[in-house]
């Protein structure tokens, strides 16, 4: 078993029992090939409850500062998730996650770049349409719907490949397609609060 699996089983062991994660629409996460996963941001334990909720190995883009953290820099690394600079242009970070998804690998991202103090979902940054654009990734939007509170469900919806092949034939912009993501982010939470 690889340390992701057993660290899936573990968190899962500890977290699901406490928030009740509710998994909908996993059949619309490619069962293979490259993956952007593209959620909303609204808790710390966000990136767990994508990762428990799913079957397949996600690589996270994480913030630089987590690296930074004695013990969970090292868990976070042997996750294979990777640090990204925010607020700036981070060109190893794209370079990262265009490596893994040339090698269909699933990256997840929370566009927003930080976590919404409001719940609503905020303006996505162009690194998601940047990777939409520049790779063949199937581009999934997944909600997150909280309240993180002990013993009260957390839903995490995952939504339909958006096709992205009319957006890369007229070059559309990075942050259009975010723009896009988003959208379909915000509807599903709509959908699903």
């Given at each position: 078993m690889s340390f992701?699996?057993?660290?899936?089983?573990?968190?899962?062991?500890?977290?699901?029992?406490?928030?009740?994660f509710k998994a909908i629409g996993t059949e619309n996460v490619p069962k293979d090939g490259?993956?952007?996963?593209?959620?909303?941001?609204?808790?710390?334990?966000?990136?767990?409850?994508?990762?428990?909720?799913?079957?397949?190995?996600?690589?996270f883009m994480a913030k630089e500062e987590l690296f930074k953290v004695p013990i969970l820099g090292n868990v976070v690394k042997h996750l294979q998730a990777f640090p990204v600079k925010r607020g700036k242009g981070d060109?190893?970070?794209?370079?990262?996650?265009?490596?893994?998804?040339?090698e269909g690998k699933v990256l997840g991202l929370f566009p927003e770049g930080t976590r919404s103090k409001t719940g609503e979902v905020g303006k996505g940054m162009a690194g998601a349409g940047f990777f939409a654009l520049k790779t063949d990734a199937h581009v999934v939007p997944c909600a997150i719907v909280g309240p993180y509170k002990p013993f009260k469900r957390?839903?995490?919806?995952?939504?339909?490949?958006i096709d992205m092949q009319p957006l890369r034939e007229r070059k559309a912009s990075a942050e259009e397609v975010t723009e896009l993501i988003m959208t379909h982010i915000k509807e599903i939470l709509i959908q699903y609060k």
């Open positions: 992701y699996g057993f660290a899936r089983g573990v968190v899962d062991v500890i977290f699901t029992p406490i928030y009740r490259a993956v952007l996963l593209c959620a909303n941001h609204i808790h710390n334990l966000d990136p767990i409850a994508v990762g428990v909720t799913t079957k397949r190995h996600i690589v060109r190893e970070a794209l370079r990262m996650g265009l490596a893994a998804l040339r957390v839903k995490v919806v995952y939504g339909k490949p």
